[in-house]
């Protein structure tokens, strides 16, 4: 049932529909008969202080009574919630649909968030503009740019450019089969879409959780990892493992492509855990991974081509090429505007996590990047004493 289908939200207290109300931070229901309240988690994190909140999401789950009143959004029965350890309030939490139901007056004691004052929101036409003209700033700086280039020939590349994907454009040569990357990426596949049959269950058991970082052992550092959140956001991430994920294997090997990839995610789940250690959320995705791989694949490529279709509307479009390392300072300046807004609760994408990999990333390429030139150097050594005798 979709949350969002208001037709469909019933009152649990008057069992007559809720109303849809708008707000800057996102949508909520209300009854106008009893003057209660239906809201998200994920806009609960939007409006009120994360220490207003942590201790409401921490009961719902240990579980508390049932409340016998049914959920909003599923019908099935919330369970009875203290709002926090000080405030003599409860509140009833859907476990499946993250709902929380107010009755009049219980969100008094919450905290709402203090926002800087914000300037007013650029509409979406000029937005995706201004990115554009980012982007072709950067190309036309960058050494070696092609600006309104042509399409790549294969047809599959084409259309993960059409879905905003970048695509190799000279893609370094290989040698080997990357069967490490394959062998990585069907685990994941597997697993993910296993998971998506019971999805909120396995998340709230497996996911990991910054308040309780340490549960089962820290075994889920490694099971978030293989889950997804939903099938676009496994495509994504399945999508940068393969195509980058080949040509860092082939640069080092299984072993220490291994070790990246679990380097890279760990970093990026300490740096997560770190913003907000409190939290009760659970994360998933193997994206902190994924990002030390992209960027040492940008590092150590970093004059590879990579190929983006630029489009507005349905009418005009530019084919344009930028090298991997300009690639590399564009999403990383990304990153971090993603970084502000998951700190203001504004985006429950972790970009913190994404910068932990990238870190990671930076470190694994200073390290084996300087064992690969000393290999370099001792093969041309023996090449010259070859040659000599």
């Given at each position: 049932m979709d949350?969002?289908?208001?037709?469909?939200?019933?009152?649990?207290?008057?069992n007559i529909p809720l109303k849809e109300v708008h707000t800057s931070h996102g949508v909520f229901f209300a009854c106008d008969k009893c003057g209660g309240r239906a809201m998200t988690v994920e806009l609960l994190r939007r409006t009120f202080t994360?220490?207003?909140?942590?201790?409401?999401?921490?009961?719902?789950?240990?579980?508390?009574?049932k409340s016998g009143r049914l959920c909003p959004s599923c019908?099935?029965?919330?369970?009875?919630?203290?709002?926090?350890?000080?405030?003599?309030?409860?509140?009833?939490?859907?476990?499946?649909?993250?709902?929380?139901?107010?009755?009049?007056?219980?969100?008094?004691?919450?905290?709402?968030?203090?926002?800087?004052?914000?300037?007013?929101?650029?509409?979406?036409?000029?937005?995706?503009?201004?990115?554009?003209?980012?982007?072709?700033?950067?190309?036309?700086?960058?050494?070696?740019?092609?600006?309104?280039?042509?399409?790549?020939?294969?047809?599959?590349?084409?259309?993960?450019?059409?879905?905003?994907?970048?695509?190799?454009?000279?893609?370094p040569e290989e040698t080997r089969k990357p069967w490490a990357t394959w062998l990585l990426s069907t685990a994941i596949i597997c697993i993910s879409v296993l998971a998506f049959l019971h999805l909120r269950d396995v998340v709230q058991r497996f996911g990991l959780i910054p308040a309780q970082a340490t549960r089962l052992d820290g075994l889920t550092f490694v099971t978030s990892f293989f889950l997804h959140a939903g099938i676009i956001h496994l495509l994504g991430n399945m999508y940068f493992l393969l195509v980058f994920g080949d040509n860092v294997e082939e640069c080092l090997r299984p072993f220490r492509y291994f070790v990246l990839i679990a380097l890279a995610a760990f970093i990026g789940d300490l740096t997560h855990i770190a913003v907000d250690p409190q939290s009760q959320i659970p994360c998933i995705?193997?994206?902190?991974?994924?990002?030390?791989?992209?960027?040492?694949?940008?590092?150590?490529?970093?004059?590879?081509?990579?190929?983006?279709?630029?489009?507005?509307?349905?009418?005009?479009?530019?084919?344009?090429?930028?090298?991997?390392?300009?690639?590399?300072i564009l999403w990383i300046f990304f990153q971090f505007i993603g970084a502000w807004e998951q700190k203001a609760g504004i985006s429950s994408v972790s970009s913190f996590a994404h910068l932990g990999g990238v870190a990671a990333g930076v470190i694994a390429w200073l390290l084996w990047r300087k064992e690969k030139s000393n290999d370099q150097a001792r093969m041309t050594n023996a090449e010259g004493i070859a040659k000599s005798e």
């Open positions: 949350a969002n289908d208001a037709s469909a939200l019933l009152c649990p207290h008057c994360p220490e207003s909140i942590n201790l409401l999401w921490l009961h719902a789950i240990s579980g508390q009574g019908r099935k029965p919330m369970i009875d919630v203290a709002l926090s350890d000080s405030a003599q309030v409860d509140v009833d939490v859907c476990q499946h649909c993250h709902f929380v139901w107010f009755d009049v007056h219980e969100m008094d004691t919450l905290a709402p968030r203090q926002f800087p004052a914000a300037s007013p929101e650029l509409p979406q036409q000029v937005r995706e503009l201004i990115a554009m003209e980012k982007v072709k700033q950067i190309a036309e700086e960058a050494r070696g740019t092609d600006v309104d280039s042509a399409p790549p020939d294969e047809g599959w590349k084409q259309i993960a450019a059409f879905l905003g994907f970048p695509v190799e454009f000279d893609a995705g193997a994206s902190g991974g994924i990002a030390g791989v992209i960027t040492f694949y940008a590092l150590n490529f970093p004059h590879v081509k990579l190929e983006f279709l630029l489009r507005y509307g349905w009418w005009w479009f530019r084919w344009i090429r930028l090298p991997a390392w300009s690639v590399l």
